[in-house]
């Protein structure tokens, strides 16, 4: 027969586990304290360095507003429009210096049929900035003048090209003026069809 009662006075409980399992979660819980101290300084210290970064990006934004409304106190709206007019002036004559004669003379000459001869050419630049080409011809038929108007239009250097004048001379020829808006070889963004 076996005994199975205790006999000593105390029982005997085996506490080094237990004593061990909240050590180490008191271990656990003190690591966490201090990783969340050392996260609390840092953001803490970063939150400090963006209220000074942000405060002075605001006292910069103040100093450009206030600057840019003294140059605009300053400018005179007169002057400006001065300048732009003068501005304007001065693409134009770019835009005649830049102007090929040579271009648009072989782009007549590839349209011009050979009984249709070319009296006067005016180019300009109107308000839109478009080069608006004015050609006098002279022909003795209609019908070859109708030619070269289609000439010039299959050519792709000329659009929106209109028979604004056409009369009979005292030479018994008729002659026309054409105007349209050419667009020079290097400006052009379709390709040229024969």
Sequence with gaps: MTLRTNLSTRPFYNERAVQ???GLAAIVIVVITIFNMTRLWSL?????RLVVEAQAAEARTDALRAAVARA??????????EIAAEAREANHAIDRRAFSWTGLFNELETALPHDV??????????????????????SRSVEAISRFFDGLEESGAFHNLLSKQERETSENTIAATLEGVYTPPGARTEPVTP
Excluded: F, M, N
């Design 72 to 81: 605009r106190s300053s400018v005179d709206a007169g002057h400006i429009a």
């Design 117 to 138: 001869r070319i009296a006067g050419v005016i180019p300009h630049v109107d308000k839109a900035g478009q080069l608006i080409v004015v050609i006098d011809v002279e």
């Design 44 to 48: 803490s210290g970063r939150d400090r």
């Design 20 to 22: 061990a399992v909240l």
